[in-house]
């Protein structure tokens, strides 16, 4: 294994939020909602969709679609960390999510109303291979950085992706609003060729990691040749550890809980905002390079703020900004109001990722060769999280007939995340400082 806080390892490192975070920015966020809500919104039809017979609200379906992705890779996690773990060669495994989510963005260039299915399908796939990359990069972060320096790498990380998102997203923006510039005439041209850009910027970027960082370390002694038995096994195996880590498990409630909210927020931003306020690609587009932005300065601001004050009283901090950008998400009514909140959406959302990644990285038992097993449980935490926040915004969605209900249920996650915050503070060791 490599000495840690090399620098040259933590820039390639870095370099996988930048190739991967253009899927996140692209394909959840910006350009494929507002694509996908404008062609499933019909005259004949609404905002109904018909899918393999059945019929759904259009943002429910999309909502319900990656609800699944995220559950299947639920469980697929453990078994693959088990088996990266065993073998050693968690670098593989980035590689081959890495792969299939970039050709499935590909495969989104085909994805037109009557297409509807394949573009799910597509649009599902995409998650499954960002989902998979995210874990195994995520695993790196304790083996490459020592815990005095992992705040600052995490947050270099996240700033990696922003930066490259918002370059590709720079790139895609001109061909949405100026298709006269390239012959263009097929309306659905310049967001599909987004999608397409996105699955090749994602594969040629994330070469730089996958030319630097490390195999893996193999850890042959505790693992189960049995590696679908061994995947839950080790996750029993964390469970169990957790037990004696009284400051990890409140962590981890408070995690599950605020998570479901950051994350559904992440997920269905854009298609809350195309279908209350009806604001198009061009500026939706706009709002989430606003949030990109400030995100940068959020996440290199809040691992600083980590060291004068606490990791978990900024969490605190963060979480309670979130309560109130919920009661304000409710009430807008025009889309200044939306940029408003998506400045302190975008101030926030980039921190409370990182620092989360990091305080529970410091959580991890110095040299253990399990980081990817650890890192297994936090992310199917994370994806549990993701599987209840969005199916019950979608559910509620169709149960009331308004989006706008779902968001309730958003701030009651965040108020739960709050409360295990609080408590997790009372017993939070002078390790959390960073």
């Known amino acids: 294994m490599e000495q840690k806080n090399d620098k040259t390892v933590i820039r390639s490192w870095a370099f996988f939020d930048w190739a991967n975070s253009a899927y996140n920015l692209v394909i959840t966020s910006t350009i494929f909602p507002a694509y996908y809500t404008i062609i499933t919104t019909t005259s004949e039809h609404g905002d109904k969709v018909t899918f393999f017979g059945r019929t759904f609200t259009n943002t429910a379906l999309s909502n319900y679609a990656l609800s699944l992705a995220y559950l299947i890779m639920v469980i697929l996690l453990p078994i693959l960390s088990a088996t990266a773990d065993y073998r050693g060669n968690k670098k593989i495994f980035m590689k081959i999510f890495t792969y299939i989510g970039g050709i499935a963005c590909m495969g989104l260039f085909f994805f037109k109303l009557e297409t509807l299915e394949l573009g799910i399908i597509c649009f599902i796939i995409a998650a499954m291979g960002y989902i998979g990359g995210v874990l195994f990069n995520n695993s790196y972060l304790p083996e490459i950085a020592t815990k005095d320096q992992q705040d600052r790498v995490s947050a270099q990380g996240y700033a990696y992706g922003y930066v490259g998102s918002v370059l590709l997203q720079i790139i895609c923006f001109v061909f949405v609003l100026k298709p006269e510039l390239f012959g263009i005439t097929d309306a659905s041209l310049p967001a599909r060729l987004s999608f397409l850009l996105v699955g090749i910027w994602w594969i040629a970027f994330a070469q730089i990691p996958f030319n630097k960082l490390p ?10 040749k049995n590696l679908v038995h061994s995947g839950f096994q080790e996750l029993i195996k964390v469970w169990r550890q957790l037990k004696s880590m009284k400051v990890m498990k409140r962590f981890l409630l408070a995690f599950f809980f605020y998570s479901m909210g950051v994350q559904t ?6 298609g809350f905002g195309e279908k209350t306020l009806h604001l198009g690609t061009s500026k939706l587009i706009a709002v989430i390079l606003i949030i990109q932005l400030v995100a940068i300065i959020g996440a290199v601001w809040m691992s600083k703020l980590a060291k ?14 979130w309560v109130l950008t919920c009661i304000g998400a409710y009430f807008i009514t025009n889309e200044y109001q939306f940029y408003a909140l998506a400045a302190v959406v975008g101030l926030i959302m980039g921190g409370v990722q990182s620092l989360s990644r990091s305080t529970y990285s410091k959580f991890i038992p110095e040299n253990s060769p399990d980081t990817t097993s650890f890192f297994s449980f936090y992310d199917v935490t994370e994806k549990l999280a993701v599987v209840i926040g969005l199916f019950t915004f979608a559910y509620i969605e169709e149960l009331t007939g308004s989006i706008r209900n ?6 009651s996650f965040f108020i739960l995340g709050l409360i295990f915050l609080l408590l997790l503070r009372k017993v939070a060791p002078k390790m959390v400082k960073g």
Do not use: C, D, E, K
């Open 308 to 321: 004068r004050i606490g990791n978990v009283t900024v969490l605190i901090l963060v979480v309670i900004i």
């Open 215 to 224: 195999a893996g370390s193999p850890n042959y002694q505790s693992i189960n």
């Open 265 to 270: 927020i992440m997920l269905a931003a854009a």
């Open 406 to 411: 779902s968001i309730f249920a958003l701030a």
